[in-house]
């Protein structure tokens, strides 16, 4: 356990400029290539039997498989104004949806987590909140906050002794190296107050974040290496180099690690389960969270998607995962290169069901939504409201999607 640092209305960095990022996909030959090391390195690393079928599995990653008909979509509603809302968050008590979003400049330009380390298009990107009952968007205004913000993962908590205000945990990935930055909120107002940056050496490359207290939260790291060669390595070969890490009480310490690109985090209603998506896995990791041993991390169980699986959102009625990634990652990394190339989606639910012949419960995963990339390109987050049963898909370069039907239940 190490400690780590906060900082309170800092003074604000100094943008860093640099040559616009050339993108190392797209190339189907340069693709070729990849699946041949990785052969090598599996073959080297593990027994053949293993090698064969994690090679399988890469195969259908990178578009082996036959493509998903499109379903799910039928009745659409795109939302006016917030773009590339890589994740979104809903305080269920008021149907309000927190979403930290960027650009398409934005996101291609600067963007650590896509290794994209180019000019900042906008230093302060933009947090809006959507009234699902109201349909009404409005951007927040961010008081205390001298800092650069460019979003990714968010999460939220409220005090159960509080039912007017509620925290929300911010990862920034500033030029100087990404944070987490805390704020407080007035429900009904368009205010943000920032009360806290966390920094860390261990918080090197978060992606997502679950708070659990109003200072205590799990982040995932999705890499190891925040750039260069052996980053591209890292995420080619699915090295298991990636980790979660628990912050509390103003201290650091990695509770997992092993793990092949740690993505989207999420908590159970019951707060006694946290879930990770392991992206360049394709798996769901379910942890049991041991409050009595310093909210340490127990694995459970794995559940292999078949998909890069990016970020969770959990129905807070029924506990049922909504799990939203990518169904080929050629052209996602085309997508990413190139905005107007489309990128397959897929959004699953993933719940617990008792099988009669083995007397067991087991993890079942369905797909509930596919599409070629017409509608949701890139897609990255689907957050579910049961109460007006809506769903709300959002991606890294694309216009929010609103969607009514398709929360089921498993109970």
């Known amino acids: 356990m190490s400690h780590g640092t906060t900082h309170r209305n800092a003074k604000q ?36 039997a293993g090698a064969v079928e994690n090679i399988t599995e890469y195969a259908g990653l990178c578009g082996w498989n036959p493509p998903d008909p499109n379903v799910g979509l039928t009745g659409y509603q795109r939302i006016d104004g917030p773009i590339g809302c890589e994740d979104i968050v809903i305080h269920h008590k008021t149907g309000l949806a927190f979403m930290p979003c960027s650009s398409v400049e934005g996101r ?26 109201k349909k009404s968007v409005k951007r927040l205004t ?14 939220l908590w409220q005090d159960p002794a509080d039912s007017s205000s509620i925290y929300l945990f911010f990862i920034n990935h500033r030029p100087s190296g990404s944070v987490v930055e805390i ?4 429900l009904g107002t368009d205010v943000l ?32 290496f925040r750039k260069g060669a052996w980053r591209v390595f890292e995420d080619f070969t699915r090295r298991p180099w990636s980790t979660i890490v628990l912050w509390n009480e103003g201290k650091a310490k990695i509770v997992a690690k092993g793990i092949r690109g ?22 769901l990791q379910v942890y049991k969270i041991l409050r009595d041993d310093g909210y340490a991390l127990q694995l459970l169980d794995t559940v292999k998607t078949g998909f890069l699986n990016d970020n969770i959102a959990v129905d807070p009625v029924s506990g049922d995962l909504y799990i939203t990634g990518h169904t080929h990652a050629l052209k996602f990394f085309d997508h990413v290169g190139d905005t107007n190339k489309p990128s397959p989606s897929r959004v699953v639910r993933v719940y617990r069901s008792f099988n009669t012949s083995t007397q067991s419960d087991e993890w079942k995963v369905e797909t509930i939504v596919s599409d070629d990339g017409g509608i949701i390109s890139g897609a990255t987050i689907a957050a579910v409201d049961p109460a007006t049963n809506i769903t709300l898909i959002g991606g890294l370069f694309t216009p929010v999607v609103e969607i009514r039907g398709l929360v089921k239940s498993s109970r």
């Open 13 to 48: 960095p100094t943008a860093r400029t640099a040559q616009k990022p050339k993108s190392i996909f797209g190339n189907l030959f340069g693709w070729s290539l990849v699946v041949g090391l990785l052969a090598v390195v599996n073959y080297y690393q593990q027994p053949f």
């Open 108 to 133: 291609q330009s600067f963007f650590p987590p896509l290794a994209h380390f180019g000019e900042e298009k906008e230093t302060t990107e933009p947090v809006y909140v959507y009234d699902i009952k």
């Open 142 to 155: 961010l008081k205390g906050f001298p800092h650069e913000l460019h979003t990714h993962g968010v999460g």
């Open 183 to 186: 704020f407080t909120h007035e």
């Open 193 to 224: 107050n920032h009360i806290e940056t966390v920094s860390h050496p261990l918080i090197l490359t978060p992606n997502d974040i679950v708070p659990i207290g109003p200072r205590t939260f799990y982040v995932s790291n999705d890499h190891h």
């Open 262 to 283: 740690s993505n989207g985090l999420a908590i159970s209603p019951d707060e006694q389960f946290l879930y990770n998506d392991a992206v360049i896995g394709a798996e």
